[in-house]
């Protein structure tokens, strides 16, 4: 039970996240705001994988809503527990052939770059968000975490296409994951300035997969960006105010956690939110009504929706020129454990290398350690990078 | 001093739509118990996305064009932050940046002549449940949650409570009329923004809002309790007017402050990320424009050319239902202007009797063209035609089988009317002698005696005709 939140079945080839809804199984999204709350349907993406005869091994941990570095801090685990993330653990212990994560700020990357296996999150847009237990509807997708990029694509092909039960479901109907196209005319940049956030051993990892890169004639140059650290500034606005709004919804009225104590509705929020959350949600939701506020709007949240434009102009510009950007994912390798009272900055501190994909929708990928950014709807280039490092390994 | 009042409203009207704006769940007419039409999403359970429903922006839209808007071809939501138990998600999904209509304008016809009223905007958002409170526990039913509505806001244009009056029973007669709204019993929601100034005066006074009445009757009194305030607090110093917000409490007649500006809560509006924006194109436009309903404008105007008075124009207006019975009575083939008295005068007298108004008229347009056509063709008098009209209002009876059943049909037999001839005649010897004699005006008094007797049964040109052979015959 370290990993998992929930156990469903015992021979299960799928591990779903406690932040993603399966009928009658309670989801906690890891909180005890949500104590004991039975979702009364599936998450779309899951219907797929079990109209397709997957099934659902269980729910794994995952930290209070999915806002810590990789799934320490979830009510439901001991502290330190998950500090490699409980789904991403499960695949590389070859216990389910793949999981499912909402990639919302970072957490679902760490974790399978610290525990060395896949994870992409695709273009925003190409996988249902419904059965999401929604925090930054803007910028959050559900994404696919597996031992190798072939699982990786198995599985996206099923969950990835339009739903009408989603209005930001983009109305494709089919979308790329080959594994396989050509690499040897593309160009992949690798950014200065985020190589000097990583220690040496992250450097080295994203060394040994230029290396790799080269050997099968990608070319690769390193070149210098500026924008990562305002595109994780803009980000982190954007998904602590979406944040906010979206988890007021807990207050105790209608199901999860009520504090027992209470003498009017004011102490009855009061009470049941304080003691719901974590430091680091109410950390999140302070930040996030402060941004939102009426004389902070404009310099914070306004500008922020602002600054998610030009990046993604400078983003598509720079990807005239090449086809990936390989970054390191976290600063280290592993992590020590910390307080949580420290949690808001660390997280914040290692956002620059996650959050331009959130800010922008753009496809992310996780593998051997290191981070592959591509094009909307290019997961194919990034699937097929990765898959000739993948493959020189075996 | 003279002070003049400045009012500015905002009124919430409920959409007549199937079902709610972002769930499948029925619409504001359906539920019967609480907590009956609730799902996931309007219950503001996590996991579920709301879904536009696409026959709220047509009603908002044509709600616009009624009022002469400018439709916006891009349009979305914003979230609107605030805790209260009947908002299940602890936020209101309602438009702030851009709204579906601005820049409107309705011209009302008052006593102080015509006035325009200019609209800021409307904008679509979800209403919120209700609390039920039973001794010491509070229940939340969610039936209402996520019902559309939309909220116009006009200028602050209103200068007395019967321009506010006459606005609101424009909107309510259009958005009936163009199936909107059917606008019943609290479907239909206003704030009012009020301040007084000096007569001539330039600046605006301190405002307040007075939130959330529903009954017309009530806002007028609202309206004048608070205009009287003000004026006494600026003519005898009374008070200090603060800007706030207030309620109008409909047992003591009275306004009481709510909460001042300076604590009142900041909302923290911003987009919704979960609605992409609407775009509404010229093909889309075209299509709600072709499903839009005759203006009242317009349709005043055609009464007007019909012949029919400004007074019953004026009550025909503001009350759809008796329009549309008139509208289709004329369909049928009557007199517009005939119809209209019939209506206004003879079935409102028929009420008024049995303590009812036309609101209570329930009387089918078929019936009523059957009886208007009895006495244009002359085969009944209007007395008679009105003595079926009170059967057919008051016990909803067949006009024709009750005409038949009570004799007033005029189709007397032609034998019977020479018997009650010869009657009058023999009874009337004198003025038989007389006009023998030459005098014309006897034949008119024989007429008149043979009406009496026949008591208005009978077609009079046929009496006129057998009395005159008889007469000359003689």
């Known amino acids: 039970m370290k990993y998992y939140a929930t156990r469903i079945l015992e021979k299960g080839n799928i591990a779903v996240d406690d932040t993603i809804l399966v009928k009658d199984v309670p989801a906690t999204a890891g909180s005890r705001i949500l104590e004991n709350f039975k979702p009364l349907f599936s998450a779309e993406a899951v219907l797929r994988l079990e109209n397709k005869d997957y099934t659902i091994a269980g729910k794994t941990h995952v930290g209070e809503f999915g806002l810590d570095l990789c799934g320490e801090f979830s009510y439901y685990s001991e502290k330190d527990e998950n500090l490699y993330g409980a789904a991403a653990q499960l695949i590389a212990n070859g216990d389910v052939k793949a999981a499912l994560g909402v990639d919302m700020n970072g957490s679902t990357r760490r974790a399978a770059a610290l525990s060395n296996v896949c994870f992409l999150k695709p273009t925003y847009g190409t996988v249902s968000r419904y059965g999401v237990i929604s925090c930054a509807a803007s910028g959050e997708q559900i994404g696919v975490y597996a031992k190798n990029v072939d699982s990786v694509s198995e599985i996206m092909s099923v969950i990835a296409g339009h739903d009408e039960k989603d209005g930001t479901s983009l109305k494709n109907e089919r979308y790329n994951y080959s594994t396989y196209i050509p690499v040897s005319a593309k160009r992949v940049c690798v950014v200065k300035e985020l190589l000097e956030k990583a220690d040496e051993k992250t450097r080295a990892r994203v060394s040994s997969f230029v290396e790799s890169l080269r050997a099968n004639g990608v070319t690769v140059d390193e070149i210098s960006l500026d924008f990562f650290d305002i595109a994780n500034v803009a980000w982190q606005i954007l998904m602590t105010a979406e944040t906010c709004n979206n988890v007021s919804r807990y207050d105790g009225v209608k199901y999860g956690h009520r504090a027992k104590e209470y003498k009017n509705i004011d102490e009855l929020y009061t009470n049941t939110r304080t003691e719901g959350f974590n430091f680091l949600t109410k950390a999140v939701i302070l930040y996030g009504s402060d941004v939102l506020s009426k004389n902070r709007y404009d310099e914070c949240y306004g500008k922020s929706l602002k600054v998610r434009r030009v990046i993604a102009e400078r983003f598509e510009e720079l990807m005239k020129n090449y086809d990936a950007v390989l970054t390191p994912v976290c600063s280290a390798t592993a992590y020590e454990s910390y307080d949580i009272h420290q949690a808001f900055e660390k997280v914040f501190a290692e956002g620059v290398f996650t959050s331009v994909a959130n800010l922008i929708g753009t496809p992310a990928l996780v593998s051997n350690g290191v981070q592959l950014l591509g094009k909307h709807f290019d997961e194919s280039t990034l699937l097929s990078l990765a898959g000739v490092v993948e493959r020189k390994g075996e | ?474």
Request: aromatic share 6%; charged share 30%; hydrophobic share 35%.
């Open chain 2, 1 to 474: 001093m003279n002070y003049e009042l400045v009012i500015g409203l905002e009124t919430h009207v409920e959409l007549d739509t199937k079902s709610k704006i972002f769930c499948s769940c029925g619409g504001h007419s359906s539920p019967k118990e609480p907590n009956d039409c609730v799902c996931p999403a309007c219950s503001g359970m996590p996991g579920m996305l709301p879904i536009m429903n696409k026959r709220v922006v047509e009603l908002a839209v044509t709600a616009g064009l009624m009022l002469n808007c400018e439709i916006s071809r891009y349009t979305t939501f914003d979230k609107k932050n605030y805790y209260y138990p009947d908002l299940p998600c602890s936020y209101q999904t309602t438009q702030l940046n851009h709204p579906i209509c601005t820049n409107g304008c309705v011209t009302l016809n008052t006593s102080l002549g015509n006035r325009d009223i200019r609209i800021k905007q409307i904008h679509m958002e979800e209403d919120a449940g209700k609390l039920v409170h039973e001794g010491k526990s509070s229940f939340v039913d969610f039936n209402r949650t996520s019902v559309p509505l939309i909220e116009i806001v006009t200028q602050p244009d209103f200068r007395t409570a019967e321009e506010v009056l006459a606005y609101l029973n424009k909107l309510k007669s259009m958005f009936r009329s163009g199936g909107v709204s059917e606008c019943e019993e609290g479907a239909m929601r206003c704030d009012v923004n009020i301040s007084v100034r000096p007569e001539g005066s330039e600046e605006y006074g301190v405002r307040t809002e007075i939130k959330n009445m529903s009954s017309f009757e009530a806002i007028d009194r609202a309206i004048r309790y608070e205009a009287q305030r003000h004026m006494d607090a600026l003519e005898f110093g009374t008070e200090e007017l603060v800007q706030e917000t207030r309620r109008f409490d409909d047992i003591s007649g009275k306004t009481f402050a709510m909460r001042n500006k300076e604590t009142e809560a900041d909302y923290r509006y911003f987009p919704d990320a979960n609605i992409m924006p609407i775009i509404i194109d010229d093909e889309w436009l075209e299509q709600i424009k072709a499903t839009k309903p005759v203006a009242v404008d317009e349709k005043a105007d055609a009464y007007r050319a019909a012949g029919i008075s400004e007074k019953e124009i004026e009550m025909l207006i503001y009350n759809s239902n008796i329009s549309k019975l008139l509208d289709d009575v004329v369909a049928l083939g009557c007199n517009a202007k005939d119809t209209a008295t019939w209506i206004l005068t003879d079935c409102a007298g028929v009420l008024r009797k049995d303590g009812k108004t036309l609101g209570d008229l329930s009387v089918t347009a078929e019936k009523l063209a059957a009886i208007i056509k009895m006495v244009d063709s002359g085969s009944v008098n209007r007395n008679a035609g009105k003595k079926i009209l009170i059967a057919v209002v008051e016990d909803g009876v067949d006009p024709i089988a009750y005409c038949k059943e009570n004799a007033l049909d005029r189709k007397v037999d032609a034998s019977a009317i020479e018997e009650i001839i010869d009657k009058v005649l023999s009874e009337n010897p004198r003025a038989l002698e007389d006009y023998k004699n030459g005098k014309e005006k006897a034949k008119q008094a024989l007429f008149g005696a043979c009406m009496k007797e026949l008591k208005g049964a009978g077609n009079p040109a046929v009496i006129k005709e057998v009395l005159e052979n008889k007469l000359n015959n003689c």
